[in-house]
């Protein structure tokens, strides 16, 4: 599930990080979120043998909370700050500077909500592992080559690496949580995935920082 559901958030805080093009990642999120919604019971299907009981109730409430009262609350935030003094640019800045620690804040939150499960079972950590950094690293070749072969701008390189590589762990437990409520470890190991993932995604960003220093 983690791996099939593309993200729809934090991708864009390490595009960024990466000087990539941020406007054309941005204009990409909306699909990805369609189509996720769209294709995860037919993924369900295939994996499991099974839909599964996705509420549409439970669904809804998690975009609401992960994509819409956020994005609402940011238009308001810039309307009254744009409203105000030019002590708005500096409010801006610490936001826009703290993307990655606002982040890792949600990451820890992910983490609390199934940290009893985790230390119950310590070993679907090393179970995953393995797997989720081959995931990573063919993703990363993929985006180069396919890149390279249509001769994208290191900006949309880096768009497409890490749009990706990237995945959407909070609709993926949220889905998870609703629809295999019996079974803990599958939230869980939803969790465990971003634990793994951001550190490679920051890992990437320097990297392809680097890719932009040579090319530049």
């Known amino acids: 599930m983690l791996m099939v559901t593309p993200c729809t958030d934090w991708y864009l805080v390490f595009t960024g990080v990466a000087k990539g093009n941020v406007p054309l ?6 699909i990805n979120l369609i189509l996720q919604i769209l294709l995860l019971p037919i993924f369900l299907l295939l994996f499991f043998g099974r839909s599964g009981n996705v509420e549409f109730r439970s669904l809804v409430e998690s975009i609401l909370l992960v994509l819409l009262i956020p994005f609402l609350l940011v238009l308001v935030t810039k309307k009254i700050v744009s409203r105000s003094n030019t002590s708005g640019t500096s409010f801006t800045s610490f936001f826009v500077k703290s993307q990655v620690l606002f982040l890792s804040l949600a990451v820890v939150a992910m983490f609390a909500s199934e940290g009893r499960n985790l230390l119950e079972n310590p070993d679907v950590i090393y179970k995953l592992l393995f797997p989720v950094i081959i995931f990573f690293i063919i993703t990363f070749l993929l985006a180069q080559l396919v890149s390279r072969f249509f001769k994208f701008s290191y900006q ?3 768009s497409l690496t890490l749009t990706t ?4 762990s909070p609709i993926s437990l949220a889905i998870a949580v609703s629809a295999f409520a019996y079974e803990p470890l599958v939230a869980l190991s939803l969790v465990i995935g971003p634990l793994i993932e951001l550190p ?3 890992l990437t960003s320097q990297l392809l920082l680097k890719i932009r220093k040579k090319v530049i």
């Open 25 to 30: 990642s941005t204009s990409i999120l909306p």
């Open 156 to 158: 949309n390189r880096v």
């Open 165 to 168: 590589m990237a995945r959407n």
């Open 200 to 202: 490679i995604l920051a």
